[in-house]
C-alpha cells in the first residue's frame, strides 16, 4: 500500500508534467466523464492513439502505450484517489458547482508521480461542504 506520501508506480509511467503543464492540456480532454458522470473515467487506449500514432517515437513510455494499442490490451492503471466503497462521490456535481480538480486531487500537473494530498476520509469532506455551504446530510454521500 501507498501513503500521502507517494504514489502508486503505473504500467505506464503517464508525465502529467509534458501533457498538462507543457502542452496545456486540460484534465478533461483525458478524463472525459468528468463532467457528465459519477466518475472522472481515464482514457482508453484509443484516445492516447489519437495523438500518438504520430508522436512520441523512440519514447520508452509511447512505445509501450504503442505495445498496448497493437495487443488490444487495456491499460491497468492502479488507482490513486479512493473513497470507501459505502461512500458514493458524484465528481459531476463537484465541477458543476465549480471546483477544480485541484482541489481534492492536488496539483496533478506538477506531479511526475500522481499521488493522494488529501486525506479522502468523512472529516475532510464534511469540512469541506461544512466551508463551502454544501450539505451535510449523511443521504448525500451514504446511499
Known amino acids: 500500500a501507498f501513503g500521502l506520501n507517494e504514489g502508486p508506480d503505473q504500467p505506464i509511467a503517464f508525465p502529467h508534467t509534458v501533457h498538462v503543464q507543457d ?26 492513439m489519437s495523438c500518438h500514432k504520430v508522436i512520441g ?8 502505450l504503442r505495445g498496448f ?10 488507482r490513486v484517489h479512493r473513497v ?9 456535481a463537484h465541477i ?11 496539483d496533478v500537473a506538477k506531479m ?3 499521488k493522494q ?3 479522502l476520509k468523512m472529516g475532510d469532506c ?10 451535510t446530510n449523511c443521504s448525500v454521500c451514504h446511499y
Not at 23 to 43: L, Y
Not at 57 to 64: F, G, S, T, W
Not at 85 to 92: E, M, P, S
Not at 96 to 106: I, L, M, P, V
Request: aromatic fraction near 4%.
Open 126 to 135: 464534511v469540512d469541506c461542504h461544512r466551508e463551502n455551504n454544501g450539505p
Open 23 to 48: 502542452m496545456g492540456m486540460d484534465c478533461t480532454f483525458c478524463h472525459r466523464n468528468v463532467e457528465k458522470e459519477a466518475a472522472a473515467s481515464v482514457p482508453a487506449v484509443e484516445l492516447c
Open 117 to 119: 494530498v488529501r486525506a
Open 84 to 92: 470507501p466503497d459505502h461512500v458514493q462521490f458524484v465528481h459531476d
Open 69 to 78: 494499442h497493437e495487443t488490444g490490451r487495456a491499460i491497468d492503471w492502479v
Open 57 to 64: 517515437d523512440n519514447i520508452q513510455e509511447v512505445e509501450k
Open 96 to 106: 458543476r458547482a465549480g471546483f477544480e480538480c485541484s482541489t481534492c486531487h492536488g
Open 112 to 114: 511526475t508521480k500522481v
